[in-house]
């Protein structure tokens, strides 16, 4: 079964750097998303991705982050002047073009701010 | 605006019993809701779903769930517990009134299964 896939699956970083979370969601999908979990917290939405730009995003998603799709198969997530609290999982996930498919999730990739 | 409440953050049930996992949601539109399943150190899992039609659904390893529009309700239900089934379990909801939409997560439940 196609499967959405995630790397690294954890990156470590310091404080201030700038990091890219990569994705490479199934392949006939064309609605992608990211989203994080905080350790112990809830798994929050970030911002969803079509048709070669951002159709929605949160509250959480400022000019910190960037998405991008730079190629047919990879989608990014870039997270610029890291801070301590952006230390969470990050997840991708992918779907088809009804309103009716379920999102399909990556094994998220743990990111440490150090 | 959307949310959704598990109650109970850890549920631990014997083997071979009853699995019940609250559910409960808010939703100004009609809702898609779903249930995902996290195993340790791995992503989310789609459980089930209901989307339209019959609101009794049947998932993966199983479980069911109903969704209850007048107690605005999506309980997940599994008749005997395996050790297997240890996992975190995420109830979501999206909006059904326009294409592809954000989940909206509860803050999960915990499920322990004691041998």
């Known amino acids: 079964e196609p499967e959405v896939t995630q790397t690294p699956s954890h990156q470590v970083t310091q404080m201030g750097q700038e990091v890219i979370l990569r994705c490479v969601p199934i392949?006939?999908?064309?609605?992608f998303y990211w989203y994080r979990q905080i350790l112990g917290q809830k798994v929050e939405f970030l911002v969803s991705?079509?048709?070669?730009?951002?159709?929605?995003k949160s509250e959480i998603f400022d000019d910190q982050f960037s998405v991008e799709r730079p190629d047919g198969s990879n989608f990014t997530l870039k997270i610029r002047s890291t801070k301590l609290e952006d230390s969470a999982m990050y997840f991708c996930?992918?779907?088809?073009?009804?309103?009716?498919?379920?999102?399909?999730f990556g094994d998220g990739t743990r990111l440490s701010i150090l | 605006a959307q949310s959704v409440t598990q109650l109970g953050s850890h549920v631990s049930v014997s083997e071979g019993a009853l699995v019940l996992l609250r559910c409960n949601y808010s939703?100004?539109?009609?809702?898609?809701l779903f249930w995902y399943v996290q195993y340790p150190n791995q992503g989310l899992q789609l459980l089930l779903k209901?989307?339209?039609?019959?609101?009794l659904v049947k998932g993966i390893n199983g479980f069911e769930a109903e969704f209850k529009k007048s107690e605005t309700s999506f309980h997940l239900t599994k008749p005997s517990a395996h050790m297997s089934d240890a996992a975190e379990y995420f109830c979501?909801?999206?909006?059904?009134?326009?294409?592809?939409?954000?989940?909206?997560f509860g803050k999960g439940t915990r499920l322990s299964v004691i041998a």
């Open positions: 996930a992918s779907s088809r073009d009804h309103s009716n498919q379920p999102q399909h």
């Open positions: 392949s006939n999908h064309l609605y």
């Open positions: 991705f079509y048709n070669n730009e951002i159709s929605e």
């Open positions: 939703s100004s539109v009609p809702p898609y």
């Open positions: 209901y989307t339209t039609g019959a609101t």
């Open positions: 979501a909801v999206s909006r059904a009134d326009s294409g592809n939409t954000p989940l909206v």
